[in-house]
């Protein structure tokens, strides 16, 4: 075992490193191909800003399949998913670039989801959530469809701040690396090392000031990532044959990963639905808009997303033993809505402050 | 007659505190026409002191503080006891806010709030205690029959922020009098054969007590004389070492006596007025009521308190110019004017008067009626129709047009 995680970690430095390198010339070369985000009325930053982070960490983890046969041979048994990261991580590099619509990104993530879940990558059972067992099959394919492509948008729209897309994806792929080194799935935990790696290199240069975005393609290619391997670990740890239905510890771990892109992005849409606009046309009432209209700094406002977002995941950990599956899943939803409630609690108070300061100066 | 409970306030005999000696006063006016109830704080008066009734009003006695932390409870327990017996409840203070949409919801009695000082904005309370205030006072109003502001700044603000058209109530003045010294209060008090600027207030910094100190220091001339709690708090005690050195200012603890507070006051040359917040303050009518020129700090409810004809400071150096003209004319003039709006509308009659139509009112109309509201929006395509679309934008009811 102990040889194992020696690869893992000289796949992590190696990666960490290679990032280091590749990042500033990818910024270089980055003006030339017009590879960067213009800033306008709704976005935060000022100046146009290179978007290569994503394909900085493509790249690597493709580099590191050239590297390493162990990890060829993961790729190859695993050629569906895959496959489907290529796909997006390429659809990724064309939004950014030329920027394609939607629908058409919409309907490939669709694809991708569909096709992991045909190779079987599929989420089987809610292992006891509202005392739900095993699903059948077409709510299999259904449920895979919509978390995957859900939890990959939502991750795509964290991007919005200087840090924080970075931050909340490494303490994800940490997790699941975690897990995949305790069940002994040491070729995964390597491919997991790796997009680590780069992805701390990418953090370097992602905090405030920002150099570099993620852009479409990180969040295409490490949305779907995390969102598929979780699945994966669910399917292929704590199997008893007979019962899937049983008690998962790491449905409720993982739940906890992805709680606040997800309920971010529910609420989001919630809201614009309810004050007659469409969904998908962008505004800034994100949780992170309204952390900086609050606070003013991107670090502050990164570090405190951060903070709950370890802070659910620890809750989710002590909790366990105590409360069931459903209790638990619904808990973490309350505690990030009732985050956001609180801040807009408090920034309603900051306005009428001022407003009051105001009226009374000026007779 | 209608049974009435007075809910808030730490008690009467009042001793001090604008809203203890309202209750006094309203007491006073209307035991014969209301059946009145005073709730106590049972930590203000202790075993010995309570008395079952107060000319003419029934006591309580509860055993919380009515300040700080404990006047949620105190209040909330006064406002459950009142359901008992009372028709109209007068809830002074927004700390029991959260119980009354329940007595809203389940009984008929009638609620008036009022809303004091903007109290969730003063910065001597925690953080989390501002965040409470301000809850709480959303939901006092929303769920009150009526509410009063003392000021009409206030009225102001809760019109833009709640809609609702709040009823301006001060308070009187017309308790004071004046009185001429003694030869033995000549001696105790040297500077009373001198001119002098006095200013009587709590000592806390949103009374700009450090302000008019550095001022008068270094002015050098000028005596002031500053009536205070000076031994309540760091900020007190840490002021009166600094300044209480300087030959000219005189800083005196708090002086209970009706009679010597007056004479004190009504002997002065000048009543300077630092409150930056709080609405109608009662210090300052009592002011205005011994016909003091007033020099106040220059903030919304200061001026309208003495509806813009007083002296007006924003800083240190404006109060020393102002200091410094002593045109003795001009004060003279001014302290008349202050006694004429004291005595149009700053008089205990004036005020119970008031609070008696407006308990009529709340307890005769019907419930519809009740809560005059501003209307919220007008429909524009009337408004261009009849040629005044200006008022399509709702800031220009509320904000005020300087028109001198």
Redesign the interface.
Known sequence: MTNELVTITIGLAGAFIAGLLLLPMLINFSMRFGFTDAPNHRKLHKKPIPVIGGIAVILISCCSALLSSDIRLFVLHNRVIAIALLTLGIVGILDDKIGLSAKVRFLIQLASSFAIAYAGTRIQSLYGFLGIGVLPLFAQYALTIILVTGITNSFNLMDGIDGLAGVVASVNIFILATIAIANQFYILALVLAVILGSLLAFIKFNWSPAKTFMGDAGSLFLGFVMSVIAIKLINETFITDSNASSYNPLVTLFTACFMIPVIDTLRVFAMRIRYGRSPFIADKTHLHHKLIQHFMIHKSATKKIGLLHISIIVFTLVAQHTLNTSIIIILQALIVLSYTSILN??QS?SR??R???R????? | MKKIAIIGTAGIPANYGGFETLAAHLVNKLNNKLDISVYCSGKRYGKKDRKKTYDGARLIYLPFSANGLQSIVYDCISILHALLYADVLLVLGVPGGFILPFVRLFTRKKIIVSIDG?E??RNKWSKLA??YL??AEWVAVKSAHANIADNE?IQ??TA??YGSLSNVIEYGADHTQNVKPSTQQHIQYPFLSSGYAIKVCRIEPENNVQMVLETFVDLKRYPLVLIGNWSNSEYGRSLKEQYGNAQNVHLLNPIYDQNEIDMLRSNATVYIHGH?AGGTNPSLVEAMSLALPVISF????N?TTTE?NALYFKNKEELSSIVRKNDKKQLASIGDTMKEIAQRRYTWDIISDKYAYLIRAVSERAHYYLKPEIAKSLPLDMLIKQGISHLHSPAFFY??R?SK
């Open positions: 609690f408090a108070y009428w402050y407003e009051i300061k009226m009374e100066n000026s007779n | 903007i969730w904005k501002r965040w301000w809850a700044s102001d603000y833009i922020r930056s220059d903030v919304s409810y001026r813009n904000e005020k300087n």
